[in-house]
């Protein structure tokens, strides 16, 4: 009866790992703090940086796409929330974040928010869901013509940069 108990309390103690696994796996979308903490954290730096406190409804509204994407990210490369989805005008600001790929779900998400032909916010999300400004970036932060977005050449660069990393992780040894 003891073995029995102690093979019951192992498969138990197994399952628990298994079904644990895809939840630390899945990062941001995972944990409803970080989400709610994405949501308030976009809204408030988005506003700060356009200087417009209406655009904390157009962070938000970014927030629930960007929501709709991580679940259903594409196993083999990075791909793209954005707000509005057709790009909007040159006056309306337009959000755009990169979504890590499957596998690289404990990596940041990257944010850029643009309106008049120029960067207003480069900010990166963590797990947790906490929002920073990206600092780094010292490529262009203006639309190359009239009708280019400005913020191509930062989400490109990111979206590269995780693609090269999840290549690298699934590259055999």
């Not at 192992?10 to 979308?29: F, H, N, Q, R």
């Not at 944990?31 to 506003?47: E, K, P």
Request: charge should be positive; aromatic fraction near 6%.
């Amino acid at each position: 009866m003891s073995s029995a108990r102690t093979l019951s309390a192992a498969a138990a103690a197994a399952l628990s790992l298994t079904l644990s696994v895809p939840a630390v796996a899945a990062g941001l979308i995972s944990d409803d703090v970080a989400l709610i903490n994405m949501r308030s954290g976009l809204s408030s730096a988005i506003a700060k940086a356009t200087g417009d406190d209406d655009d904390r409804k157009h962070a938000r509204a970014f927030a629930r796409q960007l929501e709709e994407k991580l679940p259903i990210r594409a196993p083999d490369r990075a791909t793209y929330a954005r707000y509005p989805d057709d790009g909007g005008s040159a006056v309306q600001l337009f959000i755009i974040g990169v979504v890590p790929a499957q596998g690289l779900e404990q990596e940041d998400v990257f944010v850029c928010a643009e309106q008049g032909g120029r960067v207003r916010a480069l900010l990166g999300v963590t797990k947790k869901g906490d929002v920073y400004p990206v600092h780094s970036w010292s490529g262009p932060r203006k639309a190359k013509t009239p009708n280019a977005f400005a913020c191509d050449a930062f989400v490109t660069a990111k979206r590269d940069e995780m693609n090269e990393r999840l290549a690298s992780q699934r590259k055999p040894r």
